[in-house]
Antibody
């Protein structure tokens, strides 16, 4: 069974760049769509964007100017960078993998707090 | 962007009862690309239903999905204690992928 694990700093200063990595185990990321989704504390889910294993990307227009999602096939990983963060970017960030745009499997999530 | 509206926001029921959750879309969800997720406190969402009515691996048959176009329903035929959670619908037909605001099923 595919397993995903997010990693990265839990605290980011305002105006800096949030960087997270998702390590995928139990299977190759080849052929899959790899997404990042976030959930502010006590609120609903927001799709950030995805990268296909070919490297093509698709981002939420609300975040597009600040988001970069990339992958490293050699390490079976993909990454999220979100620039110019504010307190509104405080959330649990999930990495997900799926066939097509459906998100079949989720990581456990990692809380990122934006604060000085 | 397709906006998904879930109702009710909260559903108060007892074990053994039937739960009916609704998800309305601002425009037609093509190819029936509509999914339902269950989320318990402190955990990641879990896929329950995809393509409107297909149960994900390991999901018991008391969970069923139906609907088409702009109106969708998740039904839990007989609530078990472990079913009390928040449920989200999601459309994956159009970018950006969007989620409903969630329905909390509580005792």
């Amino acid at each position: 069974q595919v397993q995903l694990q997010e990693s990265g700093p839990g605290l980011v200063r305002p105006s800096e760049t949030l960087s997270l990595t998702c390590n995928v185990s139990g299977g190759s990321i080849s052929g899959y769509y790899l997404s990042w989704i976030r959930q502010p504390p006590g609120k609903g889910l927001e799709w950030i964007g995805l990268v296909f294993y070919t490297g093509s990307t698709n981002y939420n227009p609300s975040l597009k100017s600040r988001v970069t999602i990339s992958l490293d096939m050699s390490k079976n990983q993909f990454s999220l960078k979100l620039s110019s963060v504010t307190a509104a970017d405080t959330a649990v960030y999930y990495c997900t993998i799926g066939t097509g745009w459906l998100t079949d499997y989720w990581g456990q999530g990692t809380l990122v707090t934006v604060s000085s | 962007e397709i906006v998904l509206t879930q109702s009710p926001a909260t559903l108060s029921l007892s074990p053994g009862e039937r739960a009916t959750l609704s998800c309305g879309a601002s425009q037609s969800v093509t190819s029936n690309y509509l999914a339902w997720y269950q989320q318990k406190p402190g955990l990641a969402p879990r896929l329950l239903i995809w393509d409107v009515s297909r149960r994900a691996t390991g999901i018991p048959d008391r969970f069923s999905g139906s609907g088409s176009g702009t109106d969708f329903t998740l039904t839990i035929s007989r609530l078990e204690p472990e079913d009390f959670a928040v449920y989200y619908c999601q459309q994956y037909a159009h970018s950006p992928l969007t989620f409903g605001g969630g329905t909390k099923v509580e005792i």
